[in-house]
């Protein structure tokens, strides 16, 4: 299950970027700045305390509403795809509610920018392929698909691979140059 945040007794005051994942399916990923505490702009950004569900195959933390499914929040359909595709703990069982917001890994009880490879997948890549490494070819990845429109799509095929193709053991939406 996700991890709230320690509680922090001094304030960051570094600026980082950080990419909001909307609730609303319509609303795209933007990239953002967070200045200042960045706990408060995070449970601003959330709407309530935050959980941390982290992403290391993509360098990068989660940050979602810990109370969000249990208060009737939107249901944040992109970011539960993000964490049951990328932390298998989750997979099956956290649900994500509100908005959500993805910084890079923290290094030293900082935060750090979001990288700017997952930066360019989730808001201005326009073509997605989904790779997969099964269990008995590891660290070999194989196309499973591409042409995808939307790394949402993308996403959701993938995840239902992890969860019903047990001999997968991991997958990988990459953006794909058509130009």
């Known amino acids: 299950m996700a991890q709230p945040l320690p509680e922090l007794h001094h304030a960051w005051h570094e600026r980082v970027a950080a990419l909001v994942i909307p609730a609303q399916k319509a609303d795209p990923v933007r990239l953002t700045v967070l200045e200042g505490q960045q706990i408060r702009a995070l449970q601003r950004l959330v709407r309530g305390t935050s959980a941390s569900i982290g992403l290391p195959a993509l360098k990068a933390t ?89 790394w949402h799509e993308a996403y959701t095929l993938a995840v239902g691979m992890l969860m019903h193709n047990h001999r997968i053991h991991d997958i990988r939406v990459r953006p794909v140059d058509r130009g």
């Open 62 to 150: 989660l940050h979602i509403n810990e109370e969000g499914a249990e208060q009737g929040l939107p249901t944040n359909d992109r970011a539960r795809l993000l964490a049951w595709a990328h932390a298998p703990a989750e997979r099956g069982k956290t649900q994500v509610a509100a908005d959500a917001v993805i910084l890079g890994p923290a290094e030293g009880g900082r935060n750090r920018s979001v990288p700017a490879e997952l930066s360019q997948l989730l808001v201005s890549a326009q073509h997605f392929q989904l790779q997969a490494e099964y269990r008995d070819r590891p660290g070999i990845w194989l196309d499973t698909s591409d042409g995808w429109t939307s």
